[in-house]
């Protein structure tokens, strides 16, 4: 399959060192063909030993303005084969203040750093407003938040981060609690893949969404989802056995708890790993 991906006949192609788990390929596909042959800009974290930026070139074209990232200063040798260069810790927001002065707005990051929950995260929390809407930000290797070598799994692994962004961007519908995430204004959706998160970048799209009705013809409906509940007819039956003796009762908030607890249990066997 991987012979078939035009990404990784570039990959093959590159005459310089790059190591790419398999998985990846498949992603670069679907993710990033829609840029071959444009004009954007194009950020790799880790780029030392050069082989990946000649892959995106051959993969991208011309057109494309190719970025590298590395905390390593002999990555400046790239320079001459006509990539910008830029020599910096992924995990200081000091050097990426300097960086976005530089290089402006950008369309694509690639985070192929160092792959600690510190650097991925500082890398997305500071570079998201810096990304074109429309643009991309993949952070690899984020299976680092499953390995205890790397201290996790954990509340503070990158993953952790990244489902917290989830919560952010539902956090857009007003009956969900409120998040002040400011990621949510610019991260339109976020995709897990093996071992990577691709954020889509859109504050065009992240706005507030509100009940709408194509005010048709109703046809009064009956929501069946409670119809012959045993819940249902208990709370029906006591709240006549109530109405009798003159006394106001309503189980609706109770009968909403019950079903919910009895769901809950039904599912349980789902969260299990």
């Given at each position: 399959m991987l012979q078939n991906l035009e990404v990784f006949k570039a990959y093959q192609k590159s005459p310089y060192l790059s190591l790419k788990h398999s998985t990846y390929f498949q992603v670069y596909?679907?993710?990033?063909?829609k840029y071959k042959g444009?004009?954007?800009?194009?950020?790799?974290?880790?780029?030392?030993?050069?082989?990946?930026?000649?892959?995106w070139r051959e993969f991208f074209g011309p057109k494309a303005r190719i970025?590298?990232?590395?905390?390593?200063?002999?990555?400046?040798?790239?320079?001459?084969?006509?990539?910008?260069?830029?020599i910096g810790s992924q995990s200081s927001l000091k050097f990426w203040n300097e960086f976005f002065n530089s290089t402006g707005m950008v369309d694509v990051i690639l985070d192929d750093g160092g792959h600690t929950e510190e650097q991925q995260i500082i890398t997305?929390?500071?570079?998201?407003?810096?990304?074109?809407?429309?643009?991309?930000?993949?952070?690899?290797?984020?299976?680092?938040?499953?390995?205890?070598?790397?201290?996790?799994?954990?509340?503070?692994?990158?993953?952790?981060?990244?489902?917290?962004?989830?919560?952010?961007?539902?956090?857009?519908?007003p009956e969900?609690?409120?998040?002040?995430?400011?990621?949510?204004?610019?991260?339109?959706?976020?995709?897990?893949?093996?071992?990577?998160v691709v954020f889509s970048i859109n504050s065009q799209k992240c706005f507030v969404g509100e009940p709408t009705s194509n005010e048709g013809i109703s046809m009064e409906a009956k929501d069946f989802w409670r119809e012959n509940s045993p819940i249902q007819k208990i709370s029906e039956f006591?709240?006549?056995?109530f109405k009798r003796v003159g006394i106001k009762f309503r189980m609706n908030n109770f009968l909403a708890r019950i079903e919910n607890m009895?769901?809950?249990?039904?599912?349980?066997?789902?969260?299990l790993r």
């Amino acid at each position: 399959m991987l012979q078939n991906l035009e990404v990784f006949k570039a990959y093959q192609k590159s005459p310089y060192l790059s190591l790419k788990h398999s998985t990846y390929f498949q992603v670069y596909e679907e993710t990033l063909s829609k840029y071959k042959g444009k004009e954007f800009t194009f950020v790799e974290i880790g780029v030392l030993n050069g082989g990946s930026l000649f892959m995106w070139r051959e993969f991208f074209g011309p057109k494309a303005r190719i970025i590298g990232v590395d905390l390593n200063p002999l990555a400046k040798k790239w320079e001459k084969e006509g990539f910008e260069i830029y020599i910096g810790s992924q995990s200081s927001l000091k050097f990426w203040n300097e960086f976005f002065n530089s290089t402006g707005m950008v369309d694509v990051i690639l985070d192929d750093g160092g792959h600690t929950e510190e650097q991925q995260i500082i890398t997305t929390a500071h570079c998201v407003p810096f990304i074109n809407d429309g643009g991309l930000l993949i952070v690899e290797d984020v299976h680092t938040s499953y390995l205890k070598g790397s201290g996790n799994p954990s509340k503070y692994s990158f993953i952790s981060f990244s489902k917290n962004i989830i919560d952010a961007i539902n956090s857009r519908n007003p009956e969900v609690i409120y998040s002040n995430n400011s990621l949510k204004k610019k991260i339109y959706s976020a995709t897990f893949y093996d071992s990577m998160v691709v954020f889509s970048i859109n504050s065009q799209k992240c706005f507030v969404g509100e009940p709408t009705s194509n005010e048709g013809i109703s046809m009064e409906a009956k929501d069946f989802w409670r119809e012959n509940s045993p819940i249902q007819k208990i709370s029906e039956f006591i709240t006549r056995l109530f109405k009798r003796v003159g006394i106001k009762f309503r189980m609706n908030n109770f009968l909403a708890r019950i079903e919910n607890m009895q769901r809950k249990q039904r599912i349980k066997k789902f969260f299990l790993r």
